[in-house]
T-cell receptor, first 113, second 110 residues
Framework: DGGITQSPKYLFRKEGQNVTLSCEQN?????MYWYRQDPGQGLRLIYY???????QKGDIAEGYSVSREKKESFPLTVTSAQKNPTAFYLC????????????FGEGSRLTVL | SQKIEQNSEALNIQEGKTATLTCNYT??????LQWYRQDPGRGPVFLLL?????KEKRKERLKVTFDTTLKQSLFHITASQPADSATYLC?????????FGTGTRLQVFP
C-alpha cells in the first residue's frame, strides 16, 4: 500500500546528541515537509522540499537539518543546537507544492532526557 | 500580526447532534482552506478542501463553509457519532506554505 513511513515511532536522546528521523514515501510525490507539534500549539513548519536536491527553511529551521537525495526520502536531523527538541515530529508529502492536501506519516515522538 | 484561531477549549456534544467548529484567521488571504482530523498520537488525516471562490462544500456528513469577508471557516459534522471524537485542525495556504491552527478537540458522548 502507498503511504508515508516515519521511524522510529519513539526516540529518546541525551542532551548534546544529534538524532536523525527517517521519512520515506512511496506515493511518487514531489513535495515533502517536516512539521513539529507541541501541546497546545499548531503544526509548525521546519523544512520543506519541492524537488530532489533542493529544500527550503520553514518557520522554525534553527537547530535542524535535512537532505533530499532521493525523491522518496526526506530525513530530518535534530542537532544539539536545537534548544527544545522534545516534541512530536510529523512528515508529510503532496503531489506538488502548493497543490492541496498533505499526506502525513504517523509521527515520531522525540524525548530528550 | 498573522493569526489562525480555533477554539482551544474542547467541544462536547451528544451523539446525533451537529458539531460546529470555527476557524478564524487574520491578515491572510488564502486561496484555499483545508480541514484535517487528528487522533491522539497519530498524524493528521485530510478531510476537505474549500477554495476562496466556493461558499460551501460537502462530503457525506461533513460540511465546510468559507467566508472570505468574515475571514472564517465553519466545519460541521451532522448526526455526530462517538467515533467522530478527535482533534480537528484547519489549515490555510500562505504563499508557498500551509499554515495550521492549533485545533479543536471534539468529544461526542453516547
Amino acid at each position: 500500500d502507498g503511504g508515508i513511513t516515519q521511524s522510529p515511532k519513539y526516540l529518546f536522546r541525551k542532551e548534546g546528541q544529534n538524532v536523525t528521523l527517517s521519512c520515506e514515501q512511496n506515493l511518487n510525490h514531489d513535495a515533502m515537509y517536516w512539521y513539529r507539534q507541541d501541546p497546545g500549539q499548531g503544526l509548525r513548519l521546519i523544512y520543506y522540499s519541492q524537488i530532489v536536491n533542493d529544500f527550503q527553511k520553514g518557520d522554525i529551521a534553527e537547530g535542524y537539518s535535512v537532505s533530499r537525495e532521493k525523491k522518496e526520502s526526506f530525513p530530518l536531523t535534530v542537532t544539539s543546537a536545537q534548544k527544545n527538541p522534545t516534541a512530536f515530529y510529523l512528515c508529510a508529502s503532496s503531489p506538488g507544492h502548493s497543490t492541496g492536501e498533505l499526506f502525513f506519516g504517523e509521527g515520531s515522538r522525540l524525548t530528550v532526557l | 500580526s498573522q493569526k489562525i484561531e480555533q477554539n482551544s477549549e474542547a467541544l462536547n456534544i451528544q451523539e446525533g447532534k451537529t458539531a460546529t467548529l470555527t476557524c478564524n484567521y487574520t491578515n491572510y488571504s488564502p486561496a484555499y482552506l483545508q480541514w484535517y482530523r487528528q487522533d491522539p498520537g497519530r498524524g493528521p488525516v485530510f478531510l476537505l478542501l474549500i477554495r476562496e471562490n466556493e461558499k460551501e462544500k460537502r462530503k457525506e456528513r461533513l460540511k465546510v463553509t468559507f467566508d472570505t469577508t468574515l475571514k472564517q471557516s465553519l466545519f460541521h459534522i451532522t448526526a455526530s457519532q462517538p467515533a467522530d471524537s478527535a482533534t480537528y485542525l484547519c489549515a490555510l495556504d500562505n504563499t508557498d506554505k500551509l499554515i495550521f491552527g492549533t485545533g479543536t478537540r471534539l468529544q461526542v458522548f453516547p
